[in-house]
Structures are given as C-alpha cells and as structure tokens.
C-alpha cells in the first residue's frame, strides 16, 4: 500500500525557517521525503537549520526573503516555480492595549501575517498552475484568529484575515488541482517562548488550556502532515485547530 504521507519527489518552500516552529517544518517535510526551501531574513540562522536538516539526510536550500517586503517576495519567484508545497509560517506580533497601538506597529504585523501571505500565496498558486501537479498551501493561523485575546490587537486581527485569505483562496484555486488550508496551533512551547511560560502570567494561561499543559512542537506534526500530503488530498478551505481544547474552553 502506498505510504500517503510520503513526500518523495516533493519540493516544499518554508518561510520563517530560520527557528522555532518554521524550523521544525522543515525538518519534518524533509525526513517526509521532500526536498525543502528554507527562507527568512536571518541568512546565518537559516544556514545553521539547513545544516540540520542535511545532517539527517535531507535535502535543504536557503534563501533569504523578508516577507514584509514586496520586493523580497517577487525576488524569490524563481524559487518558486516548481514548488509542490508552500508553509505560509512566517509572522510576527506586537503587543501593547488597543488604545495605545501605535499605526507603525499595526502596519507592520498587518504587512507580514497578511500582505505577505498573500503575495506569496498568489505567487506560488501560478507557480503549481503553470506546472500542472496541483499543490498544497498551508497558511499557519492561530486560535486568535477564532478567539480574541486582550493586548494583541493587530496579531489576532492578522490571523483572522489569514483564515479568510485560507479559504477565498480554496475557493479559487481548487479548479487548478491546489489545495489551500490552514493550521491554527494554540499555546505551543519553543525556544523563543520558553521563558514566558515560566512566568506567573505564564502559568495562569496553561491553567486556562483544558489539557493544562502546552503543546508541543511535534504534536503539529500530524496535522501538517495531512495537509502537506495526498492523505488530505480531499481536504482544501480546512482550519485544523491544535490547541489542547483551548477553543472550546468554559467562557
């Protein structure tokens, strides 16, 4: 029986690589079989994951891309023309209380999480038209895309848009064979939250998460699994929750 998470064959393009959860991404599509593009900014820290990822037997390119730019995306389109699978991962936050977020701040979460996406989206969608395999688009959300959250007006703002983008885009490019999703994680511990959640406002939040714990980096391992893969190939306008019940948590 063919292994439907198998991505032998496969190229996939990650943006955000260059640590936490666009780091892991990559090597996980890469043990999957696929051959993988990393981008982000940060060149030397993009070089370091790379080196992991080949470290295993992976196959890894690098490439700088800042997403907030225009310019940036358009650079990398080359990159993108014979993509199978694109992880819209990058992103960013600014938090401070709606009365006081400043239009900088909002202009610059709003241009990454959502302009960039789109840009590359669209990019990588005429990338999988033009060469006829289909694809997958998977766009990384949040739970405050669904839910709201005090002092994050802009990040759940953003997320919220990232699920519509995720679904008018399944709408329009499902006749092309590309299937376009969304993966929305709660609370998931990484390297660059770790010390927050050590904090008294740390752990109150873990006490709010029904599983009372956080989750893991390799717990949405499955879920982009099957959308990355043909075992969702009848999948497309999804937003798979990976929360540990915070959703549906008591009001």
Known sequence: MRDLLDLTGKTAFVTGASSGLGAHFAQLLAKAGATVIIAARREQALEAVASQVRSTGGVCTVTALDISDANSIAAAEPLLAGVDILINNAGIARESALLDHSEADWDAVVNTNVKGMFLLTQLAGKAMRAHGRGGSIINIASILGLRQAAGVA???????????????????????????????????????????WDTDAGKAMIKRIPQRRLGQPEELDGPLLLLASDAGSYMTGTVLEVDGGHLVSTL
């Open 154 to 196: 802009s990040y759940a703002v953003s997320k919220a848009a990232v699920i519509q983008l995720t679904k008018v885009a399944a709408l329009e490019l499902a006749r092309f064979g590309v299937r376009v999703n969304a993966l929305a994680p709660g609370y998931i511990s990484t390297e660059l939250n770790a010390a927050f």
